[in-house]
């Protein structure tokens, strides 16, 4: 059962690979960047994902609903087509856990503490971010900065965090069984939405140029620095903290770095 288990995350893996060489060799066309379309693409992915596990399924009870709507609406403000996704990724992913020994919690009691551990870690991150960046930095907050950190920090922790987490432990029949398999899981908590923040860093005047440090050097600090840790704070604490540190992250980037659009 084990490895039965285990071939099904490779193969997830493995496909979602695939689709990214693919992204890199098909030519970009429209407005839409190699970047912009690999998120497109797996946004719409997962998003019909979830309706196959809604419609064989049944949605979640209604106070799940009533959460879903929230972070939709919240993560949907610039965006209403993320803001859909994220409700329906979240709704498959309460649904999937439902029935799971390995639940993921939307906030543990006390609630305080989740917010310490978002805030805490988000701003230590946050600063190391800006020294990444190695941009000039300008300190200037606003509402509207705030509000944009909200789409990332709330749609990619439940879209790309808590979805592949509820789908491989569907995959898994319910549980983890392993440590083995608790790692695989893990890699596709990380590694898919490590990588969807490079494709258009590895082409260079519209020349695909890969080397070393873009195929593996920044993916793996990325992942390490960044990924791991919010993964971490899902699957050992609950779904606030994790969004908290991912939206301070990107709230104290667009504050002194500047707004992605």
Known sequence: MEKEGLKK??????????????????????SLTYTQRLWAICSAVIGLLAIVVLIREGVPCKSTIVIGVILGLLAGLFRPITGVITL??????MRVMEGSDDKIEVVKRPYF??????????????VINLFLSGASLEFAPTLYAFALSLNPGISEEVVYRLFMYAFSIHL????????????????????PHVLMHFPDTYFVNGSLQL?????????????????L????ALHKRDLTSAMIIHTVVDWIRFTFVGMPF
């Open 211 to 227: 080397d070393l440090g873009s195929l593996l050097i920044g993916p793996i600090i990325l992942g390490l620095v960044f990924g």
């Open 9 to 30: 995350l490779r193969i997830v893996l493995i496909t979602f690979l695939l689709l990214y060489a693919v992204n890199l060799v098909v030519p970009a066309t429209g």
């Open 229 to 232: 840790p919010m993964t971490l």
């Open 172 to 191: 898994l029949g319910g549980k983890t069984g392993s440590r083995k398999e608790m790692a695989w899981v893990y890699v596709l908590m990380i590694v």
């Open 88 to 93: 329906l990724a979240f709704l498959a992913s």
């Open 113 to 126: 503490t989740s917010i310490v551990i978002g805030v805490g870690t988000g701003v230590v991150l946050g």
